[in-house]
């Protein structure tokens, strides 16, 4: 008969419920592997499938606490505040790509016209939505998803599981990079805008020009073809941009757990 002890049995929980916890955590706030369209079960089994991966690493660095004290439970929330950040830091990227998108849309007037957006379980307009897609393909394209979890991986060896998580600092830097929701949104509609406000003004100069024009019925698709043509003409300049930022949120996330390089699987 086999028979386990209480002690034994805290460790073997230990090792697996608090990486699980900070898995888990990433999974359900990063950008494509969060996405609310798949299912909890699915989210669930991939992320005990790293966990089981990362044990051994785990096992090395385990702090002998019971998981069920209060400092276990503690160690427990810092294992979810690592994972959330880790997560965030990466979904602003997506959120300034999609408010460039609201600007461009808004500008063209399709402010109207208006999705629901499983990502984010929310409303979005048409042109949001088309750069998200766009974002979440090139994110994909360049292995984003990949260094993410050879990332939160190696997190493990820099800041193994303990009641050293994130500091006030960190908190700092985080609510920082969300200014990045403004700044890169703005970069990467100013084509478009710049083309749209010279649409606009030239339109004011035509309606002084000539009252009697009606200008709503010019205006509207004046605009709208505009706009639809400068986004074209300028997608392509959108993946070295997009690249960036992607690049910078992986630095950011790897300042935060003390990773120096990310080795890809």
């Not at 989210?43 to 790293?50: E, N, P, R, S």
């Not at 010279?198 to 709208?224: C, D, E, K, S, Y």
């Given at each position: 008969m086999i028979?386990?002890?209480?002690?034994?049995?805290n460790?073997?929980?230990?090792?697996?419920?608090w990486?699980?916890?900070?898995?888990?955590?990433?999974?359900?706030?990063?950008?494509?592997?969060?996405?609310?369209?798949i299912?909890v079960?699915?989210?669930?089994g991939?992320?005990?499938?790293?966990t089981?991966?990362v044990?051994?690493?785990?096992?090395k660095?385990l702090?002998?606490v019971?998981?069920?004290s209060?400092?276990?439970?503690i160690?427990?929330?810092?294992q979810v505040?690592?994972?959330v950040?880790?997560?965030?830091?990466?979904r602003?990227?997506f959120?300034?790509v999609?408010t460039?998108?609201?600007l461009?849309?808004?500008?063209?007037?399709?402010g109207?016209?208006?999705f629901f957006?499983?990502?984010?379980?929310g409303?979005?307009?048409?042109i949001?939505?088309?750069l998200g897609?766009i974002?979440?393909?090139a994110?994909?394209?360049?292995?984003?998803?990949?260094?993410?979890?050879?990332l939160?991986?190696?997190?493990f060896?820099t800041?193994?599981v303990?009641?050293d998580?994130?500091t006030?600092?960190?908190?700092?830097?985080?609510?920082?990079?969300?200014?990045?929701?403004f700044?890169s949104g703005?970069?990467?509609?100013?084509p478009?805008l710049?083309?749209l406000?010279i649409?606009?003004?030239a339109l004011?100069?035509?309606?002084r020009v000539?009252?009697?024009?009606?200008i709503f019925?010019?205006?509207?698709?004046?605009?709208?073809s505009i706009g639809?043509?400068?986004?074209?003409?300028?997608?392509p300049?959108?993946?070295p941009?997009?690249e960036y930022?992607v690049h910078d949120?992986?630095n950011l996330m790897m300042?935060?757990?003390?990773?120096?390089?990310i080795?890809?699987?």
């Amino acid at each position: 008969m086999i028979s386990i002890t209480t002690a034994e049995l805290n460790i073997l929980l230990a090792t697996f419920l608090w990486p699980l916890s900070r898995i888990l955590a990433m999974v359900a706030t990063a950008p494509i592997l969060g996405n609310p369209s798949i299912p909890v079960r699915v989210k669930l089994g991939f992320a005990v499938m790293i966990t089981i991966l990362v044990m051994p690493v785990v096992e090395k660095s385990l702090p002998q606490v019971d998981p069920a004290s209060g400092i276990g439970l503690i160690i427990l929330l810092q294992q979810v505040l690592i994972g959330v950040a880790i997560g965030f830091v990466m979904r602003i990227v997506f959120v300034a790509v999609e408010t460039a998108g609201e600007l461009i849309g808004l500008q063209m007037g399709l402010g109207f016209a208006i999705f629901f957006d499983p990502q984010n379980s929310g409303q979005i307009d048409i042109i949001g939505r088309f750069l998200g897609v766009i974002a979440s393909l090139a994110f994909l394209a360049m292995d984003g998803h990949l260094m993410m979890i050879a990332l939160i991986s190696q997190s493990f060896s820099t800041l193994p599981v303990g009641l050293d998580g994130i500091t006030n600092v960190t908190f700092t830097t985080l609510a920082n990079w969300g200014g990045e929701i403004f700044k890169s949104g703005l970069q990467l509609s100013l084509p478009v805008l710049t083309a749209l406000l010279i649409t606009n003004l030239a339109l004011g100069i035509l309606t002084r020009v000539a009252p009697q024009l009606n200008i709503f019925a010019v205006g509207f698709p004046l605009t709208l073809s505009i706009g639809l043509f400068v986004l074209a003409f300028s997608m392509p300049f959108y993946t070295p941009i997009l690249e960036y930022l992607v690049h910078d949120a992986l630095n950011l996330m790897m300042g935060i757990l003390n990773i120096n390089q990310i080795d890809m699987p």
